[in-house]
């Protein structure tokens, strides 16, 4: 009895993670692809915690764009990927969104 207790909460105990969406933007205008040489990546994450589906807002998408503007104030952001994913939990998971781009300056 307690080896199939130990069996059924080290099955029950384990993490998953899920990938739901990628999405890849264009390099703009020619001028644009022209300059790719002498552009710099930048990236930025942002996160929400769920606990029993109970999910309020959604925030941090804008925040995490915002982030990322940010950090390609005086130029172009070029190239963008994102990746949504959720790491499931025990009653709770975490949505993750990274972005990533390239600046053109």
Do not use: P
């Amino acid at each position: 009895m307690k080896r199939a207790l130990t069996l059924i909460l080290l099955l029950s105990s384990g993490c998953s993670y899920s990938l739901h969406q990628y999405q890849a933007s264009d390099y703009g205008s020619e001028n644009a692809r022209k300059n790719l040489a002498r552009a710099r990546a930048v990236e930025a994450t942002g996160e929400k915690h769920v606990i029993l589906g109970l999910s309020g807002d959604t925030d941090y998408v804008e925040a995490t764009y915002r982030d990322l503007q940010a950090k390609c104030r005086h130029g172009e952001i070029v190239g963008i990927n994102s990746r949504y994913s959720t790491s499931l939990s025990f009653l709770s998971y975490t949505e993750k969104l990274h972005m990533q781009g390239l600046c053109l300056e």
